[in-house]
């Protein structure tokens, strides 16, 4: 009769080791919670507070009886990281949670067929809808990318593979540029473009307003990412005779992929929700425009900025229920990005 021997994991804590930790969580939010009301100190702050003192402090002792002096220090620099990760990570909940709850209620079907041509702002949230803000705003996001990412990556490449004449005023310029306000960048576009030739408001031309702010983020992001390619498949693509552009086209910016398209995905975040450039290069029109290269165009950043301007509860809910078209947008957009970067290169 033989023995099934089950596999032994000594490094999983047993169900005695977990339930201290758990005691020390529930200990912790009660004296967090009775310390708050026999105190002056009250709000959701000082609850953090207290609670991450109370059970730092707990799980310090903890740790020091049950395994010694290297554990407890363990145990007190895994708490501190922890909760430094929670505090970066709390706005963005914040800011997650408010534009779901005050832009949901402004949710209705109307929203994605109707524009605001023949409804005012101030009317009751039922009418009109963001049909030719979001034609725009898709319209402004693809123009930027067409007309950023190929200057922005080639930029790159020259930088990292070519470091030909230039390129210390090049990487000068660049980083100048990703200093520039983005009113800055509409107000060049406004006096250069709008006021000096045949062009006038419309999409291409926030697209050019759009494109000086994205250029930057793209070219200093697909430069790090270039450079983390080994030097090795470089010099591995010139041994076996390959010319210099030969061995980027076909080694390294297919081995960069991924990181080009972050750099592509962090140029969309840069510019999908400024308003600024937007203001002098648009014009805002509030009727659809399929025509990207002519008439004023809409938009979601513009739309939420019009709507907060006026000031009253419908305007205002209409601005909030823009926001989270315009999260969910970016979001949706972000996602696609990221399931089609991730596919394998094919032979």
Do not use: C
């Not at 002096?69 to 990760?85: K, V, Y």
């Not at 926030?206 to 498949?233: C, H, K, W, Y």
């Amino acid at each position: 009769m033989s023995t099934e021997i089950k596999p032994q994991k000594p490094w999983q804590a047993t169900p005695k080791e977990l339930a201290y930790p758990t005691f020390i969580v529930i200990f912790s939010a009660i004296a967090a919670y009775l310390t708050i009301l026999g105190s002056p100190m009250n709000g959701k702050l000082a609850f953090a507070f207290l609670f991450f003192a109370f059970s730092t402090t707990s799980m310090f002792i903890y740790k020091f009886r049950l395994r010694g002096r290297q554990a407890a220090i363990d145990s007190l620099a895994g708490s501190i990281a922890l909760t430094g990760a929670l505090i970066v990570f709390a706005p963005v909940i914040s800011i997650l949670v408010t534009t779901i709850v005050k832009g949901a209620p402004g949710l209705h079907w109307s929203l994605f067929t109707e524009t605001m041509f023949s409804a005012s702002y101030m009317d009751p949230t039922d009418k009109g809808g963001l049909l030719h803000a979001i034609v725009g705003t898709l319209y402004l996001i693809l123009l930027s990318i067409i007309i950023s990412v190929p200057m922005g990556i080639l930029t790159a490449l020259y930088l990292t593979e070519i470091k030909g004449p230039g390129s210390k005023f090049i990487q000068f310029t660049v980083q100048a540029m990703s200093g520039v306000p983005s009113v800055v960048a509409g107000l060049f576009i406004f006096a250069a473009v709008i006021l000096t030739t045949p062009l006038k408001a419309s999409g291409i031309v926030g697209a050019f307003a759009l494109s000086i702010l994205m250029v930057p983020t793209v070219t200093r992001t697909a430069q790090e990412v270039l450079l983390l390619v080994p030097n090795d498949l470089r010099e591995a693509g010139l041994a076996m005779g390959a010319t210099q552009w030969r061995t980027v086209a076909s080694i390294v910016v297919p081995a960069a992929r991924n990181g080009l398209l972050t750099a592509t995905i962090l140029g969309v975040a840069r510019i999908a929700g400024e308003t600024a450039p937007l203001i002098f290069t648009i014009g805002g029109s509030d009727k659809l425009n399929l025509n990207p290269f002519h008439d004023y165009q809409g938009a979601l950043p513009f739309y939420v900025w019009k709507g907060l301007l006026l000031g009253t509860p419908e305007s205002i809910q209409r601005a909030w229920t823009g926001i989270l078209i315009l999260l969910i947008l970016v979001l949706t957009l972000f996602t696609l990005a990221r399931r089609f970067g991730s596919r394998k290169v094919g032979k």
